[in-house]
């Protein structure tokens, strides 16, 4: 939980700080749809690659957008897995007859042992991850002691591999533009930008800086209510308590124990919330001032060209 970092603002003062909200809305906007429309792995690396530049350019760190993928790391690995396992199309890379004998039990229950006495230390979790994949294979398909109980194929395709290769990293792009950003965004000038992209919606009888509003404190509230969540788990590791060990029976009274105080503490915080916007005569759905309004400037022009430039490329890349 201490790796989440949707949600959270860093002071900086990089290019993406100097940008309108509205700017970066519209341009994330833009250039999420403009890799949904890419459809080669080669393209979508090239937009990998030009992200990354935008990321030095922007002096934001990349150690700090990688901590944030981890949270959506079991899903990374599930995704491209599921992949290469369902799709059957190309060509056959890969074929080979994975064997569950006795032998092969015993050692993937040592590996399995090994690896989540390793994982307490919390250092190279993901390497110690990967290598315990690679022991799991090699005892499948590479030990052929004792007696064998039951086999299954392991067959992988030339388009399973592309396309879990291809779904993995715009996920991947897509998280990354998000958290750029929340992390490069303060929360009310967030919450003034959706206001003012919405406005054209009152036509319709949507309120947009109600809308706007609850966006903002959706988010906002997100690394607080993760942060209250790391307390109580460190408070309760204090006692005895481990939520990485014990039966699934202890394991899910565990989890009620720190969903209790978690919901105690989020309605506590929302009643704070209220009170501090009555202090301050928030009234909803009435006109609010505030000390600095949204202006444009030449940057935003430059980056809303970049983004139609990146957009009309992607439909340029669909067409043909």
Request: hydrophobic residues 50%.
């Amino acid at each position: 939980m201490k790796n989440i970092v949707i949600g959270q603002y860093v002071p900086g003062e990089g290019f993406f700080y100097k940008l309108d909200p509205r700017t970066k809305i519209i341009s994330i906007v833009f250039l999420m749809v403009s890799l949904f429309l890419l459809e080669s792995i080669t393209y979508l690396l090239i937009a990998f690659g030009l992200s990354i530049l935008l990321l030095i350019a922007g002096k934001l760190s990349i150690l700090r957008i990688l901590k944030g993928l981890k949270p959506i790391f079991i899903l990374l690995i599930f995704t491209f897995i599921f992949q290469i396992m369902f799709n059957k199309e190309g060509t056959l890379l890969v074929n080979q007859v994975m064997r569950f004998s006795v032998t092969s039990i015993i050692g993937i229950f040592v590996i399995t042992v090994i690896w989540r006495f390793l994982a307490k230390y919390k250092r190279f979790n993901t390497i110690l991850f990967f290598l315990y994949l690679a022991g799991l294979y090699f005892l499948l398909a590479r030990f052929n002691y004792g007696a064998v109980l039951t086999t299954f194929p392991l067959m992988i395709y030339q388009k399973g591999l592309e396309m879990s290769v291809f779904v993995v990293i715009r996920l991947i792009i897509i998280i990354t533009l998000s958290t750029v950003l929340t992390i490069t965004t303060k929360p009310t000038d967030l919450t003034q930008g959706l206001e003012k992209l919405m406005r054209p919606l009152k036509i319709i009888g949507i309120k947009s800086e109600d809308f706007a509003l609850i966006i903002s404190i959706s988010l906002r509230y997100i690394p607080t209510i993760l942060d209250e969540a790391n307390k109580i788990m460190l408070a309760q590791a204090s006692r005895g308590s481990d939520f990485t060990e014990g039966k699934l029976k202890d394991k899910v009274k565990q989890v009620i124990s720190l969903l209790v105080p978690m919901f105690i503490i989020a309605f506590k915080r929302s009643e704070d919330l209220a009170d501090a916007m009555e202090s301050r005569n928030f009234i909803p759905g009435k006109p609010r001032t505030r000390i600095f309004d949204l202006k444009f400037s030449y940057i935003d022009l430059f980056t809303t060209g970049f983004t139609l430039l990146c957009f009309a490329t992607s439909i340029y890349l669909k067409v043909i």
